[in-house]
């Protein structure tokens, strides 16, 4: 991944790691920096796009902040979710198999070149902020228990 994104234009990479997994990333390329044991949601919002695994928590945060999303999937639930949100248009789905420098370098320009994906990636966070919050849905439903 880092070697695809290596020398990427103006592109500057940053690799949100775990504390102690810093060493296992060895030599990063001059446009990318690692950076440990920061939550998402504050890197989030000063991304233009964002790598990643298709997990919960990475794909919900960077909806969460209208980010545009590569997710190279490894894992046949991932993936499920990953094509879910492929089809809003908010992102694009490799899966591992196929994700090499090659079509890794092609998806994030893109991402990064079509105005359609930022455009999605909006859209589908202004969908997830419509929606109500637990606590509202907590609410109502004991209002509606006490109704009945």
Known sequence: MLDALAGYGDLDVLVAVQPGQ?????TLPGNARAVAGCP??????????VVHHGGAGSLLTAARYGVPQLMLTQMPDLGFYAGRLAATGAGVHLRGADADAHSVRAA???LLGRPEYPAAAVRLRAEAL???????LVHRLL?????S
């Not at 998402?40 to 796009?49: E, F, I, V, W, Y």
């Not at 419509?130 to 509202?136: E, I, M, V």
């Not at 209002?143 to 109704?147: A, I, K, S, T």
Request: charged share 15%; net charge negative.
């Open 22 to 26: 810093q060493e296992l990333l060895g």
């Open 40 to 49: 998402l949601h504050l890197l989030m919002p000063s991304c233009a796009l």
């Open 108 to 110: 994030v320009a893109d």
């Open 130 to 136: 419509a929606q109500p919050t637990p606590a509202d």
């Open 143 to 147: 209002l509606e228990g006490v109704r």
